[in-house]
């Protein structure tokens, strides 16, 4: 939002009194008591408010001399101690977390904007596992901790060694990019892989790796095009695809290059085309499913809305965002039965059955706290009786395929649907959000 208003501002066709620039010198910088200040900005998606946050941190520090805060704007807020022992204090003890998202701290400056506040570097300990007890010194540790930011300090006893279970180090994070799982070294011709665990580590992104925002709100894990492309181009397929709209959504319809595939019709939740295979015919639609409950209703309406006569041979997979009956769900509360039964009539409409699975019976889970985990069958491949009949003898099943989305050192697998009919096959890939 700040800078799309800068943008707008410099983009102003200003008069003659408006574009006078004032000269300005180190003279007019000063920021009353700023060695004993420092910005603060919570790194959420969310807008937290002020006083929440200036009350948790004043019960939290509990400094001996006072603090006073002041917003900034866009979650920054200014936070001025009246000695530097409390400040100090609260700089030692980085990273402070506010309901599990990270409170980046830095001193202050004048050339600061506070509602443009980036804060960039974060200081964690870090633990670096299986380290060779002839590395467990200072020199390893800097070398290590320059390699993922800059070293601070080294955990030591009281006669001075590192030599533990795990090397700790104080390092000074680079936030902006995504956290690093292993540090990789060799010595003497041997190769050590040695993992990395993060102390009080906040709320990240489980896709791209960086601190700030969920797996939701992720821009990486969108279907933007260059994405697609880059699918393409890896299996040798040939697509379509439907542009994400914001931060959610996304389809994409991929097929091998000796299938020939017609468009019918899109939206931004199918897309339906017709499939020439082995000298048939038959018709193939790719769904995401509504992921607004309160959408539903209308979003199977439109569904029902592909329906042709006369019936031709026809698969519908994909991402449908619901599940049949509870057996295909689990969780602490059960599945409202509108929703299913909705669901079940939009198929009924359609004349079509479900062509069951390979492996595990759920393909969606939200891994809350124990007995709270969620595990769904949102994903199925279903055909009418034209193509069960059309095919018959012909196996045809569903089953997973992951594609692997690298960005710098984190990667997550994304499933989508995979039918199989003969030796070809095609594959829909829908962003899923859980509804």
Request: charged content about 20%; proline content about 4%; some cysteine.
């Amino acid at each position: 939002m700040a800078d799309d208003i800068t943008t707008l501002y410099a983009n102003l066709s200003l008069n003659e009194e408006e574009n006078t620039t004032i000269p300005l010198d180190a003279s007019h910088l000063n920021v009353t008591d700023g060695s004993l200040c420092l910005v603060g900005k919570i790194l959420s998606s969310r807008i937290i408010n002020f006083d929440s946050i200036a009350a948790m941190f004043k019960r939290l520090w509990s400094p001996r001399h006072g603090l006073s805060c002041k917003p900034l704007g866009d979650n920054s807020i200014l936070f001025q101690f009246r000695n530097r022992v409390d400040k100090q204090k609260v700089i030692a003890g980085s990273p402070w977390l506010f309901d599990k998202a990270l409170l980046a701290l830095s001193e202050v400056s004048g050339t600061q904007i506070g509602s443009q506040l980036e804060i960039k570097t974060c200081p964690f300990w870090i633990q670096v596992h299986n380290t060779p007890l002839g590395l467990m010194n200072r020199n390893f540790a800097t070398t290590a901790a320059n390699t993922i930011g800059s070293f601070i300090a080294l955990d030591v006893d009281s006669e001075g060694l590192a030599i533990g279970r795990f090397l700790r180090i104080r390092v000074n994070l680079d936030i902006s990019k995504p956290l690093r799982r292993v540090i990789k070294a060799s010595l003497n011709g041997t190769d050590y892989i040695l993992p990395i665990k993060y102390e009080r580590l906040p709320n990240f992104c489980y896709f791209c790796g960086i601190i700030g925002h969920g797996d939701r709100e992720c821009e990486s894990r969108l279907l933007t095009p260059a994405v697609i492309e880059k699918f393409k181009r890896s299996l040798n397929f040939h697509g379509i695809s439907v542009d994400a709209r914001g931060r959610s959504g996304g389809l994409a319809l991929l097929w091998h290059k000796d299938t020939s595939v017609t468009l019918r019709s899109f939206s931004d939740r199918f897309i339906d085309v017709d499939v020439e295979l082995l000298g048939k015919l038959f018709r193939l639609t790719g769904v995401y499913g509504e992921p607004n409950v309160n959408l539903r209703r209308q979003s199977w309406n439109n569904f029902k809305n592909l329906a042709t006569t006369p019936e031709s041979p026809w698969i519908i997979c994909g991402d449908f965002n619901e599940v049949l009956t509870q057996k295909e769900f689990q969780g602490s509360h059960p599945r409202a039965l509108w929703q299913m039964e909705l669901f079940r009539n939009t198929l009924q409409h359609l004349n079509m059955f479900d062509l069951g699975y390979e492996g595990s019976p759920f393909t969606w889970s939200r891994l809350l706290t124990s007995p709270h985990t969620q595990r769904a069958r949102l994903d199925r491949a279903t055909c009418n009786s034209i193509r069960m009949t059309s095919f018959h003898g012909r196996e045809s099943t569903i089953a997973p395929l992951s594609f692997r989305t690298t960005t710098s050192s984190i990667s997550k697998s994304r499933t989508v649907i995979r039918t199989f009919s003969d030796t070809t096959d095609a594959a829909f890939s829908g962003s899923r959000l859980a509804g």
